[in-house]
């Protein structure tokens, strides 16, 4: 256990120490926000819609916000694999699947909050219409934090066996590069969700891409109520169980088959 | 006109010091690179130029190429100022850097000299005379399909080599090109250059930290210390002024020979391998030779000077710099 | 020109070497084309759900998004030598290299890096212009194709100076990169539809500062038949060359930083 926090703390001081970039990020951020959320009231203005522009407004900042969340991008990562030190990795005496999980974990959310709460914070003061509305309900605000909470549990799943593969091939841009952008189209950052035909989202909202920001956005706004939080949270949890368990699997066969190979 | 022409060269480069604790800002510090550098080299000449790390040999040769702008002083390299004609200059120069490429990496090295062909504007007939001149000479024949990242380190060089010449320049700046290679390809690579000074008439300009370079090549040298000249001449000049320490070593049949010789000498033993420490000054080299002659029967003995470093450290405490 | 000949040379040895590992450049191009392929299926669920913007119809939307898609996209393809590639180029000290041979330093960085898996997504424009032509029903004649043309290369032309923005700012090792990216992607990602869809703050902007509005939507109105955001009739074959200007200023900006790095070195 002590591995992993200490690994988790080393992630967050390197994380910590782009801070010159974190400033030119937000500002980059909010920079889309602002024409995201331009696109939108002027198509709304033409043909108002059943969700209140609040809603998608709100959507867009919070997945703007967030927005670290979403990729996979670990650029030390890439330069192991390219000068082989990846080696060393394998050969410490660690749980590798539990490590890696811990550390895009650690990534994702000393990352992501830092330039979060700025940005929120901007969005909330920008005029009516334009910026984060607050919470539908108390309790729909709680419920977003368990589902942003359990989404991350999910796409850091989802992301290991990612890992797993780059692993494998060596190829680090390929699989990853495929993730970041489904990840980008089907959790709602390129265009919300909320907007696609409705029988799309019945079913897209039941992969574990949309789990990540989608689900918790809809809990925050109130477009989904606080009285269909049973069925999202079983969502997330098949999701976790399933994606932890397959990248438990596949991470031990890979292991294996580095130690016949010999590294 | 020399065909080189420097005149009071200066160079001076600002750095930024880690910041220190407590301070606002980071301490900006100058470097003076270059102080005041003079030197005239004709067509044809075989240079050899070294000096300890920092000593402003890769300054002065990146001001010489064109790359730099100097804060001070003329140069001329056969009538052009290098970084005012950039273009016109660089067409007459080749230079080969030991730790970089100018080749591509994942391409057959024939694919780069042909890059660079359309690069030079060189046209066909003498691309391909050129080439197969150089392909001989530096024996590439067998290499030209392969890529350039699976070529040795020896075999690097040499298609170095073949493309920074590829366009018949005039002068040629190699930077420290012997580094890292074994002992037959740093041969190969000497014997190469002398064939190319020779026959081509190009002037070479090489920047060195082995003294065997300068030994098997340059019978000109110049040391260039913390920026400026500190020797400008002969090898044996060079040799006969600074060059205080000796070491020989012997190679006996015999285990037991054992030379005589006074005490105040170090001798290092291994076996029937002695190596020996002496000052020429203080004893004579030849009356060494003698005594460790008819110590036994002498299968190989070498003498050998001190290391760069060494000499211009003495050459400093010389000039009480 | 024999410039041009070493850049077709150039490109052919890349390709040639990106090709030696298919696999990656298979599955990269694949990442770029659903890239894209996502972004145009953004637009068509909007048109879907949305119907028009404005006074702009489907037709006009898909139009206005496939002139950006292939102005941006062609830009990448041939252009990634001053953006991406430089700071590499830099920090390798690959452009000392550059200075050593006898050819301009602009012109070897754009010879050192092609991206041709960016065909997909100028594919994914073309049909996204040729679905608006159709749904806007565009009466083409030649004068608007040379327009068309002429709005094409002038985008990719100021494209191609802010992609310089980059490489000036890895000679004087500025860190701040993303506030020049927020300009090139974010007027990229905004400049898909047309400007009167934003609020004054970014119509001038991108009028005024990086003249998307000026190089691709004044001449994309015209073609359309639709009114010209309040510019006269005249103007359209003018206000593209207000990308050239653009990259005229930044190309002085770079000399200006070539001349920096020369005097200070790597």
């Known amino acids: ?263 | 006109m020399s065909y080189i022409c420097v005149r009071e060269l200066e160079k001076r480069f600002v750095i930024r010091e880690k910041r220190k604790k407590g301070a606002l800002l980071r301490e900006k510090k100058t470097v003076r690179a270059l102080q005041k550098v003079s030197f005239d080299v004709e067509q044809g000449e075989l240079l050899g130029y070294i000096g300890p790390n920092g000593a402003g040999k890769s300054t002065t040769v990146k001001i010489l190429s064109g790359i730099l702008t100097p804060d001070g002083g003329e140069v001329t390299v056969g009538g052009r100022v290098p970084w005012q004609e950039r273009r016109e200059h660089v067409r007459q120069i080749g230079v080969v850097f030991g730790q970089r490429t100018q080749l591509w990496w994942d391409v057959p090295i024939r694919d780069s000299y042909d890059l660079l062909r359309d690069i030079y504007r060189i046209s066909p007939e003498d691309y391909r005379t050129r080439l197969s001149e150089l392909t001989e000479a530096l024996q590439l024949g067998d290499l030209m399909r392969t890529p350039l990242r699976q070529l040795s380190l020896g075999q690097r060089m040499r298609a170095e080599l073949c493309g920074s010449l590829l366009h018949r320049p005039e002068l040629l700046f190699l930077d420290e090109p012997t580094i890292g290679l074994d002992a037959v390809s740093k041969l190969a690579l000497r014997e190469f250059l002398q064939w190319e000074n020779k026959r081509q008439g190009t002037t070479i300009l090489l920047t060195t930290h082995d003294m065997e370079d300068i030994v098997a090549l340059c019978p000109r040298v110049m040391v260039l210390g913390h920026g400026r000249k500190l020797f400008d001449g002969s090898l044996a000049a060079l040799l006969g002024r600074y060059d205080t320490v000796r070491t020989v070593t012997v190679s006996y049949e015999e285990a037991e020979a054992v030379p005589e010789l006074p005490s105040a000498i170090p001798v290092i033993r291994e076996g029937k391998n002695l190596m020996i420490t002496y000052c020429p000054d203080e004893y004579a080299t030849a009356e060494l030779i003698a005594r460790l002659q008819a110590a036994g029967t002498v299968r190989e003995l070498t003498v050998q000077p001190q290391n760069v470093d060494r000499l211009v450290a003495a050459m400093y405490r010389e000039m009480d710099l | 020109m024999d410039t041009i000949r070493l850049y077709l040379h150039s490109m052919r040895m890349l390709i040639r070497s990106q090709l030696q590992y298919p696999v990656s450049f298979f599955m990269q191009t694949l990442a770029q084309l659903v890239m894209e392929g996502g972004e145009m299926m953004a637009v068509i669920l909007l048109v879907d759900r949305f119907e028009h913007l404005n006074q702009w119809g489907a037709g006009d939307l898909y139009f206005f998004f496939g002139l950006m898609s292939v102005t941006f996209y062609l830009t990448e393809c041939f252009g990634r030598g001053i953006t991406g590639n430089f700071p590499y180029l830099v920090r390798t000290g690959q452009l000392d290299t550059f200075l050593v041979r006898p050819r301009g330093v602009l012109t070897q960085a754009m010879c050192s890096a092609v991206d041709p898996r960016r065909i997909t997504c100028i594919a994914v424009g073309v049909v996204a212009l040729i679905i608006g032509s159709r749904l806007a029903a565009i009466e083409w004649t030649a004068v608007k194709v040379l327009l068309m043309a002429e709005a094409i290369l002038c985008g990719s032309i100021l494209i191609l100076g802010l992609f310089m923005i980059e490489a000036i700012f890895s000679i004087y090792s500025v860190k701040s990169i993303e506030l020049v990216n927020a300009l090139t992607y974010g007027g990229r990602s905004a400049c898909e539809y047309p400007i009167d869809t934003f609020p004054r703050p970014l119509r001038v902007l991108f009028t005024v500062l990086a003249p998307f509005a000026l190089t691709l939507h004044v001449p994309g109105a015209w073609i359309l038949g639709k009114p010209l955001f309040g510019w006269p009739e005249w103007a359209v074959w003018v206000s593209p060359v207000s990308g050239i200007v653009f990259f005229w200023v930044i190309w002085i900006c770079f000399q200006k930083a070539m001349k920096h790095y020369r005097s200070t070195g790597s």
Not at chain 1, 6 to 17: I, P, T, V
Not at chain 1, 75 to 104: H, N, Q
Not at chain 1, 236 to 258: E, M, P, S
């Open chain 1, 1 to 263: 256990m002590k591995a992993y926090l200490s690994a988790f703390r080393m992630r967050r001081k390197m994380e910590l120490q782009y801070r010159g970039a974190v400033l030119g990020g937000v500002i980059c951020q909010v920079f889309f926000g602002l024409i995201l959320v331009a696109i939108y009231r002027a198509m709304y203005a033409g043909k108002p819609q059943e969700i209140p522009l609040s809603h998608i407004t709100s959507y867009v900042w919070l997945q703007q916000a967030f927005f670290r969340m979403l990729l996979a991008s670990d650029p030390e990562l890439m330069d192991k694999i390219r000068t082989g030190s990846i080696a060393y990795d394998l050969c410490r005496p660690l749980d590798l699947y539990g490590f890696y999980y811990v550390r895009i974990m650690a990534q994702k959310m000393t990352g992501s909050l830092l330039r979060a709460v700025p940005m929120l914070v901007i969005a909330f003061l920008l005029p009516e219409g334009w910026g984060l509305m607050l919470p539908a309900s108390p309790t729909g605000f709680v419920w977003s934090l368990a589902g942003l909470f359990l989404g991350l549990l999910c796409v850091s799943a989802l992301e290991n066996i990612t890992m797993g593969f780059t692993m494998r091939t060596l190829d680090f841009r390929g699989m990853q590069a495929l993730l970041n952008l489904l990840m980008m189209i089907l959790s709602g950052n390129i265009l919300p969700l909320t907007l696609f035909p409705d029988s799309w989202q019945r079913v897209i909202t039941l992969l574990p891409y949309a789990q990540l920001l989608d689900a918790p956005i809809r809990l925050y706004t109130g477009d989904t109520p606080s009285s269909a939080v049973p069925g999202i949270l079983l969502i997330q949890f098949f999701w976790i169980l399933l994606l932890t368990g397959a990248g438990i699997l596949f991470w031990r066969a890979n292991q294996k088959r580095l130690e016949i190979q010999g590294g």
